[in-house]
């Protein structure tokens, strides 16, 4: 047998190890308590106005402000390692063992979700060494420098439409129930399965606001040549606290946030891992 035909066997033995299971469980764990913190960052955004930045970033660093925080964030980083290890995997062998365009696609978004989980890992590394630009500086240098390169604006704004593409996937991908194709329905109980179906919705919707808020500042820094205007989460979430309703939308985000950061703890227990 060739090693590229032993390749995805040994993907899927690994994919399929108990330990994997456990790692991308407590994962998910993980993940909800960053979503958990990121709630009470943009209420902070919305209300108080921090000095940290409003995104991951000053959502891992509210947990390292905190006693034993800096322990708990590396534990939130090996999280973030064994789900990106996972979603590689996945995105290996395909999860839903179907072929063609589907599966393909499938296969991509997992691949992307494993770059973002090694981001949040990394973001985490930062936190711990108290090391590290802050994203949104570093997003608004690098705008500022594709603003000034030939094509860069139309460039800046492709990758506006992109994430706004991205909260509108999100905000259908919520509204449809899709992610209840990822879960085991069978072990709830019909309250449990209700439950879970408004907590994944809710969060979902949360995220897709967020995201196209994002894109819809990258468009505008595109169209007035202001990289100020793209600075990432942080950016979205502090002009949208700068409109009279800012507060509100911004305190049911953080809902929403603490709802996916809630759900994220009930994907520990019945996502099909």
């Not at 991951?56 to 905190?66: F, P, Y």
């Not at 593409?165 to 259908?172: A, E, P, S, T």
């Not at 879970?196 to 007035?224: E, H, M, N, S």
């Amino acid at each position: 047998m060739t090693t590229t035909a032993q390749a995805p066997r040994a993907a899927r033995r690994a994919a399929d190890s108990s330990a994997v299971r456990h790692l991308a469980r407590g994962g998910f764990i993980c993940y909800g308590i960053v979503h958990l913190l990121l709630a009470w960052v943009a209420l902070r955004v919305a209300f108080g106005h921090p000095a940290r930045e409003g995104d991951q970033r000053g959502a891992l660093q509210t947990l390292a402000a905190q006693p034993l925080g800096k322990a708990l964030v590396i534990v939130v980083v090996v999280g973030m390692v064994a789900l990106a290890l996972w979603q590689g995997l996945v995105a290996a062998i395909g999860e839903s063992g179907e072929r063609g365009r589907t599966a393909v696609a499938e296969r991509v978004v997992n691949g992307c979700r494993a770059v973002i989980y090694l981001w949040l890992a990394w973001t985490g590394v930062l936190v711990v060494r108290g090391a590290g630009r802050s994203p949104a500086d570093s997003q608004e240098q690098a705008t500022s420098q594709l603003l000034s390169a030939t094509g860069g604006r139309w460039l800046v704004g492709l990758v506006g439409v992109v994430v706004v593409g991205v909260g509108l996937g999100l905000l259908g991908y919520g509204a449809t129930k899709r992610f209840e194709r990822r879960l085991d329905t069978g072990r709830m109980s019909a309250t449990m399965h209700r439950t879970i179906r408004r907590l994944g919705v809710g969060g979902y919707a949360a995220k897709g606001v967020a995201y196209a808020a994002v894109g819809v500042l990258v468009i505008a820094a595109a169209v007035t040549y202001d990289a100020d205007k793209a600075r990432g989460l942080d950016g979205a979430l502090r002009t949208l606290a700068g409109q009279s309703w800012g507060p509100w939308l911004l305190g049911l985000i953080a809902l929403g946030f603490a709802a996916y950061g809630i759900y994220c703890f009930a994907q520990a227990r019945y996502r099909k891992v």
